[in-house]
């Protein structure tokens, strides 16, 4: 079993310097072209300086590319390989010659691969080893660091930023990273993402290390296919989990999702019980589905932890205060009685909104400008000194900006979580107006039982939280 090493990480988020080695055609989006990973570089406003490396030299998007890394002066923090499998280790022993430390393997074709493959990795394994070279990969994107522009990808992407905020996003699988979700049109806060492919070197353990000292990171994201070393994981979350909330997303539950792991990146198959129970006994909280790894760790970037489980509903609608409520009891959360104070407030406004779940519909209905009074009604509901934990439920259009921007202030003085559930008819106007909310602080879905059950997350963390600080 490989000794855990946490050194060296920095590198592959925070390089001042990268050597590309691959295709410079651009013409050709595989995982052995340079060109694509260059141009996203670039497009991402990256700072640092970029070395293309193939034989044939020559120019690459206004950027020298040397015929091998040796011909580059001066110092190399990180390495790209998008390379031929063959020719990985030969390419691996120049890097260590050039003195780098942190190398992206992003070619595939090795131990998920078969026999042979194996036998290659194997060759990577005892490179980096011998060399102190910390790998990433193979079969891997790599990363994205949004805060200096870095992203490893080589297939062309069409946008060029993302939301920047807390969540660090780990995955095994280039699908659940940034290789097939768009994260253009997501608003998701995003402090680091890192695909670790097979993990030949760079694994869980590692990335556990690094993100739980992460003054960017707030909360730690993980889907894990397996857990190599189950003794170094506890360990390492124990320590993480004291510090900020870790998720994960463990499939193959079933035997068949098992074995289809074990053809994708060469994972072990494991007992799912043992999994749930080392999660549960390290203090990890584990998420069902790929939709509840991207979007529950969004409580955790701009809010803060709840003090208990009381729970209230704001809602424009009679029916979502419903499938809430189920969904809040789902999760752990006691729905509240409002004090005699709130009750008296709200009764004054209408009769329908002394209740928990508060159903604004009827006040709306015949109000002229429904605005200020939602305002003024999440206000109320949020003072009151049963509640520790809210779910707003409303509608996804434009004109709901301008009430949040008006609450903002006064939740922050509040300082007790919320999650948006956005509803409405036009998929583009509630999607825009999720990315604008999510940019001003409030984590916001377009599924009710994830608003939720992210609140019961956050409550369960609360717990976890206060039991390791004992």
């Known amino acids: 079993m490989k000794a855990h090493r946490a050194d060296g990480l920095s590198a592959f988020f925070e390089p001042a310097s990268v050597a590309v080695f691959g295709s410079l055609n651009d013409s050709t989006f595989s995982m052995g072209n340079a060109f ?164 030949c070197d760079v694994n869980e353990v590692d990335l556990l290390d690094y993100l739980s000292n992460d003054p960017e990171t707030t909360v730690i994201s993980m889907h894990l296919e397996d857990i190599r070393d189950g003794h170094a994981f506890m360990e390492a979350a124990r320590k993480a989990v004291s510090k900020k909330p870790v998720l994960v997303f463990k499939p193959g539950r079933s035997k068949a999702g098992a074995k289809a792991a074990a053809s994708h990146t060469g994972s072990l198959a494991g007992d799912d019980q043992i999994y749930e129970s080392a999660f549960r006994q390290a203090g990890v909280i584990r998420v069902n589905t790929m939709r509840e790894f991207w979007e529950v760790p969004q409580v955790f970037s701009s809010q803060p932890l709840p003090k208990g489980n009381r729970f209230a509903i704001v809602s424009a609608t009679g029916g979502g205060g419903v499938i809430c409520m189920d969904a809040a009891v789902e999760a752990g959360l006691a729905p509240i009685t409002f004090t005699a104070p709130t009750i008296q407030k709200l009764a004054g406004l209408h009769p329908r909104l002394a209740h928990n779940p508060i159903d604004m519909g009827p006040l709306l209905s015949v109000i002229a400008d429904p605005f200020p009074a939602i305002e003024d009604i999440v206000l109320t509901a949020l003072s009151d000194v049963n509640v520790d934990c809210a779910t707003l439920v409303l509608p996804g259009i434009k004109e709901m900006l301008e009430s949040f921007r008006h609450l903002k202030p006064h939740l922050l003085d509040i300082s007790k979580p919320i999650t948006v559930f956005l509803y409405g008819t036009g998929l583009d106007g509630m999607e825009e107006t999720l990315r604008q909310l999510e940019a001003m602080g409030f984590p916001t879905y377009l599924d009710p039982e994830i608003a939720v059950k992210s609140l019961g997350i956050a409550v369960t963390y609360s717990k976890i939280k206060s039991r390791a600080m004992q």
């Open 36 to 199: 694509g990973a260059i141009k996203n570089m670039l497009g991402f406003g990256f700072k640092g300086k970029i070395y293309p490396i193939n034989p044939s030299g020559g120019k690459a998007l206004g950027l020298k590319a040397y015929t091998s890394v040796g011909e580059v002066s001066e110092p190399i923090d990180l390495a790209m390989l998008l390379i031929p499998p063959k020719v990985v280790p030969e390419v691996l022993n120049q890097c260590a010659l050039k003195g780098i430390r942190s190398v992206i393997i992003g070619t595939e074709n090795f131990a998920e691969a078969g026999e042979d493959g194996a036998v290659l990795q194997k060759q990577v394994v005892e490179i980096v080893r011998r060399s102190g070279i910390r790998a990433l990969g193979p079969n891997t994107l790599g990363v994205l660091s949004p805060s200096i522009g870095l992203i490893t990808t080589p297939y062309l992407l069409d946008f060029h930023s993302v939301l920047k905020g807390g969540i660090g996003y780990c995955s095994q699988s280039g699908l659940v990273s940034f290789g097939g979700h768009p994260l253009k049109d997501k608003g998701y806060p995003i402090s680091k993402l890192c695909d670790f492919g097979n993990k």
